[in-house]
């Protein structure tokens, strides 16, 4: 979504596009990138990406900045950041490498902010859900917007209940920032958090016939451009569960004896 109102979709065909002040938009096989323009410093003008259900897309921000965003997500960003910070606004999932420049990098969701100078980390920022930030490497502060705060270590995680209250954790990173390079990794996830998961990117709606299948916990991993069929047979050899697939929707209940 451009500063000017005009709405692009994007997809197999490589597109190049003016913006304000001379500022290139390109994007080819999958990649969307910016350059700075030529006639001066852009001031206040924001792009906006929108990732569909079963979708994703990289992207270079104008500070060379590396970003990776998940499927039912949005990022809104300025064209050219200006001198003094650099911030973007998230809803979904997103993966940052930050570009390390001298300037601060802020990341604005629905609960909270993200600061951080050059790292690499996940956030995911669902609407409803607990807001989880992962760091892999560097530093980051993560403070809510309630004023909480916490300053995260490469394999720490903080978290944002619903409740408000703020906790931070050692976690495997892969489990939270893995679907960037093709894997999906849970462990111990429940099984409603994992239908969650894999529905948004295969764009299948999952009903569950018997409630208390929810709460079954598994521990695997799957890739991430395999058919969802793949986890199904998995998870009906290993439980005693059936899966039926009408049209985009997935049914699963306990097999009968």
């Known amino acids: 979504k451009l500063a000017d109102g005009r709405t692009v979709e994007i997809g197999k065909q490589s597109l190049e596009l003016k913006e304000a002040k001379g500022s290139v938009v390109k994007y080819e096989n999958g990649r969307l990138s910016y350059s700075s323009g030529k006639e001066g410093v852009i001031k206040d003008v924001y792009n906006e990406l929108i990732v569909p259900t079963a979708g994703e897309c990289y992207i270079t921000l104008e ?3 590396k970003v990776w965003i998940n499927a039912e997500s949005k990022i809104k960003y300025p064209v050219q950041f200006t001198a003094g910070e650099r911030k973007v606004y998230l809803e979904g999932e997103a993966y940052f490498d930050v570009a390390e420049d001298g300037r601060p990098f802020q990341v604005i969701t629905s609960q909270g902010e993200v600061t951080v100078l050059g790292t690499a980390f996940g956030i995911s920022s669902y609407m409803d859900k607990a807001e989880y930030t992962t760091l892999v490497r560097g530093c980051v502060r993560y403070t809510s917007h309630t004023k909480k705060s916490v300053i995260l270590s490469p394999g720490e995680q903080a978290i944002l209940e ?3 209250e703020l906790i931070s954790r050692k976690v495997e990173v892969e489990e939270y920032v893995g679907w960037k390079d093709g894997v999906f ?3 111990d996830k429940p099984l409603e958090e994992i239908m969650e998961t894999l529905s948004r990117w295969y764009g299948s709606e999952v009903v569950f016939r018997n409630e208390e299948m929810k709460q079954l916990k598994y ?6 451009y395999d058919s969802i069929n793949t986890f199904l047979q998995v998870l009906e050899r290993l439980q ?3 899966y039926e697939i009408d049209n985009n929707k997935i049914l699963l209940s306990r097999k009968s004896s």
Do not use: N, Q, W, Y
Request: proline letters at 0%; a neutral charge; aromatic letters at 6%.
């Open 162 to 164: 619903r409740s408000g």
């Open 219 to 224: 521990t695997g991993s799957l890739e991430r």
């Open 185 to 187: 990794v849970f462990r």
């Open 240 to 242: 005693d569960i059936h």
């Open 63 to 65: 500070d060379h900045t």
